[in-house]
């Protein structure tokens, strides 16, 4: 049964920093586009950032270029999103995706866009001024 389960969000001042991770079980296949993904109360659900497991690579939506880094543990099981420089405007419950892809369809869908078939349960991160 496959698995993602996100940790580490909370509650922080502007300015600060949080790591999100999100572990991953159960796939029986390695090559995976992994994504987080952020939604705000009463806002859209955005891509944040993205990797291929297989290769590097990333891709970072504009508003976070520069404050977050997403990366992946040696055993690719675990996806992590650094966030420096946290914004007020960066308040919302964070979620990791993941899907079945090379890394053309990476490509294609430049990290985070289209369907991802997993979806963790979110992490709430709540950034105050």
């Known amino acids: 049964q496959v698995q993602l389960v996100e940790s580490g969000g909370g509650s922080v001042q502007a300015g600060g920093s949080l790591r999100l991770s999100c572990v991953a079980s159960?796939?029986?296949?390695?090559?995976?586009?992994m994504a987080w993904f952020r939604q705000a109360p009463g806002k859209e659900r955005e891509g944040v950032a993205a990797?291929?497991?297989?290769?590097?690579?990333?891709y970072y939506a504009d508003s976070v270029k520069g404050r977050f880094t997403i990366s992946q543990g040696n055993a690719r099981n675990t996806v992590y999103l650094q966030m420096n420089s946290l914004k007020p405007e960066d308040t919302a419950l964070y979620y990791c995706a993941a899907d079945r892809c090379d890394i053309a369809g990476f490509s294609r869908r430049k990290g985070f866009g289209g369907d991802f078939g997993y979806w963790g349960q979110g992490t709430q991160v709540t950034v105050s001024s």
């Open positions: 159960g796939f029986t296949y390695s090559n995976r586009c």
């Open positions: 990797l291929y497991t297989l290769r590097e690579g990333t």
